[in-house]
Nanobody, 118 residues
Framework: QVQLVESGGGLVQPGGSLRLSCAAS????????MGWHRQAPGKQRELVAS???????NYADSAKGRFTISEDNVKDTVYLQMNNLKAEDTAVYYC????????????WGQGTQVTVSS
């Protein structure tokens, strides 16, 4: 059984920082890509950042220069360092993984709330 367990969300003031973590667990995982989406109230879910197993990264324009995605391949964990947070970053952040156990497909975490407010 595949699980994605997220941590690190919370309340932060504008200009502050947060670090999200997402650990994938399960037997026989083959991970291709991991990353983060977010969904703000009344808006569609959108990609924030992703990273391939080989280390290639992709960022939404809104995240470039402020967010950094990284991975620990030994721990099957992806991190999202978010700096200079803005009110518009407030959303539920969902970890996802493109991986294969018997069949390759996307898996999603349960989501973690990030609130940027003074």
């Amino acid at each position: 059984q595949v699980q994605l367990v997220e941590s690190g969300g919370g309340l932060v003031q504008p200009g502050g920082s947060l670090r999200l973590s997402c650990a994938a667990s399960g037997r026989g995982l083959i991970i291709y890509t991991m990353g983060w989406h977010r969904q703000a109230p009344g808006k569609q879910r959108e990609l924030v950042a992703s990273i391939t197993r080989g280390g290639s990264t992709n960022y939404a324009d809104s995240a470039k220069g402020r967010f950094t995605i990284s991975e620990d391949n030994v721990k099957d964990t992806v991190y999202l360092q978010m700096n200079n947070l803005k009110a518009e970053d407030t959303a539920v952040y969902y970890c996802y993984a493109d991986l294969a156990v018997l069949v390759r497909r996307d898996y999603w975490g349960q989501g973690t709330q990030v609130t940027v407010s003074s």
